[in-house]
């Protein structure tokens, strides 16, 4: 018997969620056979989820794409392709990118997300190559913009309360989140919190498995939580719960927030919420009352037309109170802007735009740019899409629309991908990228604040190439010659970060921590212009589709729909990842008993949910974990799983938030009967 080869490789998971984790990978014989949570990581320690202890069933998945296929049937057609080579696959590919750019490089749309949120895998060679391109650039809103950009206007920066800090904290009101399922490891701070004593209110339309474990659930409306807001500072002005001197030396514009605070009294905050006034009353004593008092928001509850401004005006909270004074008071939605040793410009390079400055889509609404005809406004028709780190034909809003935009038999799509997702099955080639486990990478996070890397445990599997490889050897294939277009991995990896990231260090060590304040705003020094908190200019905004914003809509689809995320997958991925899908079911959509009796729906039976824009059929899930009024479309399943094709994206649309353009999956009104 020959000895086992064995060795261990440090990785980082590199899926859109803000615990980034570094993982430590080990390999026999090649062949990866374990992946855990590295101990010596303090966010990390030692524990990874479910999903992504499973990674390795993923990459050695037997549907693992492993060479490069070309579409043989129509396109409303059931897929079907034949294998091709790289060679032949690149040669076809650039030279219809180039008749199409020798006419206008913008009808070349690229269109990616975090499927990975590696910097290099991310934009860095893909970017380069679109700016030497001049194609159409990406608006990338389809999940942050709103409360993203809701920071940036409030405190100047995306950056709030460090994860450990929250275990001292006496009360954390997390709000928007299910944090068990989506930011677990957020979630040992909170329970650490809760042994020393702290009071956990959980604020969500949903009883999600987060809301259960807390002292109280607050199940307010979808959409109103910017109402809530202003309710509870209405409280804390009425009874002087105010931090004068913070507020004097650190906030601008407090006087007109305090005017729009006065208009919402408890009893009329209570009825646009959904909620009592004693919830509304006992919240904001609470709230005034203990210290140090901590606000773990996440981008749940920006998902609706209000979305920007409802995090502006929770961001107010605890500058009124001066909860910032304290490490273990303040907030944190995104500590993404602790990361400002990362240059992006020195990966992405938009200097190879060479003074062009192309459009730029909204990928929140592709389904209707790609149906828009060529015009004024929006320049040529988009004649190419190059999708990478995506699955929009799942995720996107309004699918029906999505769907026949992808359907255009006019239309070039390349897919680089893992799998056969749903915009794979629609593309004119797909081209097979490797997975975290087979390429390099380096990784900030939305967080934690440590810079992580992630070296390649194994070889690419099959004919899979990471990204930044497809880009290089489509850029060659173009007759793109810029030296910058073959920099290796390692090189990109060299040039992300100011000298102070030690790469030597980050290398050996695969973590690298950044030397940052503890509190970061306890003596104000807000990243805006002024260095103040900015209260002025907020307001309220109600939902598009709400019982009281639109009584019209509602009189025909009389419930609020949510679609969050379901714990055992990351957005779309992994719903193929057998043991995870058997671990969620099928796609479910929950229901509170009163709604049900009200229409004759049956636990367990087919349902369909159905709006003016679509129809989705699922099972239905009788559940308290329902409000009445709301119902619950769990998760993004892949439509091809659903029981007539479609997944819960059929029901949402694409208007956009009110800050930063982004989607409003949250902000949706439906009926549902039995299928
Ligand atoms: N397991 C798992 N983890 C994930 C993800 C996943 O798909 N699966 N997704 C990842 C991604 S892409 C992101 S962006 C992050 C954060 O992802 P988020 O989408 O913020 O994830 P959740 O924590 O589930 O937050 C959604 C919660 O907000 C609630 N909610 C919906 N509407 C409202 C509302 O109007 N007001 C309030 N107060 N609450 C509302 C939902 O019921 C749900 O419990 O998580 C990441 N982590
Ligand atoms: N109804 C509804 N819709 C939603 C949401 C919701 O809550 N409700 N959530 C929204 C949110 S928060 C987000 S962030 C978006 C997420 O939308 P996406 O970013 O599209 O996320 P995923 O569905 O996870 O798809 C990512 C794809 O990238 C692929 N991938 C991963 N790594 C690599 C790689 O290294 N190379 C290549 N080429 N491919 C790779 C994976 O196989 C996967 O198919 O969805 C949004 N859509
Ligand atoms: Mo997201």
Not at 162 to 170: L, P, T
Not at 356 to 366: A, D, G, K, Q
Not at 394 to 412: C, H, I, N, T
Request: aromatic share 6%.
């Amino acid at each position: 018997m020959s000895a086992v080869l064995s060795r261990t490789v440090n990785g980082a998971c590199p899926h859109d969620c803000p615990d980034t984790c570094a993982m430590q990978v080990t390999v026999e014989n090649e062949r990866v056979v374990r992946i855990v949570g590295r101990q010596d990581h303090p966010s990390t320690h030692g524990a990874l989820c479910t999903k992504v202890s499973r990674y390795a069933e993923r990459t050695y998945h037997p549907d693992r794409l492993l060479h490069p296929l070309r579409r043989v049937s129509r396109k409303d057609e059931a897929p079907r392709f034949e294998r091709v080579s790289w060679a032949e696959a690149l040669a076809d590919i650039a030279a219809r990118l180039k008749a199409i750019a020798a006419r206008d490089p913008q009808a070349i749309q690229p269109y990616s997300y975090a499927g990975t949120m590696g910097l290099l895998q991310g934009e860095a060679m893909a970017g380069r190559f679109f700016n030497k391109l001049g194609a159409a650039r990406l608006d990338r809103t389809i999940c942050a913009m709103a409360g993203g950009n809701a920071m940036l206007e409030a405190y100047g920066g995306k950056i709030g309360m460090h994860y450990r800090h929250f275990a001292g904290s006496q009360l954390i009101l997390i709000w928007g989140s299910n944090a068990i399922t989506s930011n677990l490891h957020f979630w040992t701070f909170a329970q650490a919190a809760k042994r020393n004593g702290a009071r956990l209110i959980c604020i969500d339309p949903r009883r999600t498995e987060t809301a259960e474990k807390c002292h109280q659930h607050i199940a307010l409306l979808p959409g109103t939580d910017g109402a809530l807001a202003l309710g509870l500072m209405h409280e804390l002005i009425q009874h002087d719960w105010l931090d004068h001197d913070y507020l004097r030396q650190h906030v601008d514009g407090f006087e007109e927030l305090r005017a729009k605070a006065l208009a919402w009294p408890p009893e009329c905050t209570a009825a646009e919420c959904g909620i009592t006034a004693d919830e509304v009353r006992e919240l904001a004593r609470v709230y005034a009352t203990t210290k140090p008092a901590a606000i773990r928001l996440n981008y749940g509850m920006q998902r609706v037309r209000g979305g920007g401004n409802a995090v502006r005006l929770i961001a107010m909270l605890p500058c009124l109170t001066g909860a910032w004074r304290h490490e273990s008071g303040g907030l944190l939605l995104s500590g993404s802007g602790w990361f400002a040793p990362f240059k992006r410009a020195d990966l992405e390079r938009p200097e190879l735009l060479a003074g062009r400055t192309p459009r730029t889509v909204n990928m929140s609404t592709i389904g209707d740019d790609l149906l828009r005809e060529a015009n004024p406004a929006f320049g040529p028709r988009i004649e190419a899409l190059i999708v990478y780190n995506s699955n929009p034909v799942a995720v996107a809003p309004e699918s029906r629309k999505v769907v026949a935009g992808f359907q255009r038999s006019d239309l070039l799509t390349v897919v680089l991908e893992h799998f056969m997702t749903d915009t794979a099955d629609l593309a004119d080639y797909v081209l097979p990228a490797t997975t975290q486990l087979e390429h390099l990478d380096v990784h900030t996070t939305y967080g934690h604040t440590d810079v992580l890397m992630n070296h390649p445990a194994i070889a690419p599997l099959g004919e899979a190439k990471p990204n930044t490889q497809i880009f290089r050897e489509l850029a060659a294939a173009m007759g793109f010659d810029d030296p910058c277009l073959a920099d290796t991995d390692e090189q990109m990896a060299d040039q992300a970060f100011t000298p102070e990231i030690d790469m030597a260090l980050l290398r050996r060590d695969g973590i690298h921590p950044l030397p940052l304040p503890e509190a970061p705003f306890a003596n104000g020094a807000f990243r805006t212009p002024s260095g103040k908190a900015q209260a002025g200019g907020c307001d309220y905004v109600p939902n598009y589709e709400s019982v009281r914003s639109n009584p019209e809509l509602a009189a025909r689809y009389p419930l609020a729909m949510i679609s969050p995320p379901a714990r055992n997958f990351m957005n779309s991925t992994f719903a193929n990842v057998e043991s995870l899908r058997q671990a969620e079911g099928e796609p479910l959509l929950e229901m509170h008993p009163d709604d049900a009796a009200a229409r004759g729906l049956q636990d367990g039976k087919l349902v369909a949910a159905f709006n003016d824009r679509g129809r989705y059929v699922c099972r239905l899930r009788i559940s308290l974990r329902a409000r009445a009024g709301v119902v619950h479309g769990l998760g993004v399943w892949w439509r091809k799983q659903g029981v007539q094709g479609t997944n819960v994206n059929e029901l949402t649309h694409q208007r956009l938030t009110d800050i930063g353009a982004a989607p409003a999956f949250y902000d949706c009104l439906v009926e549902v009967a039995a299928a």
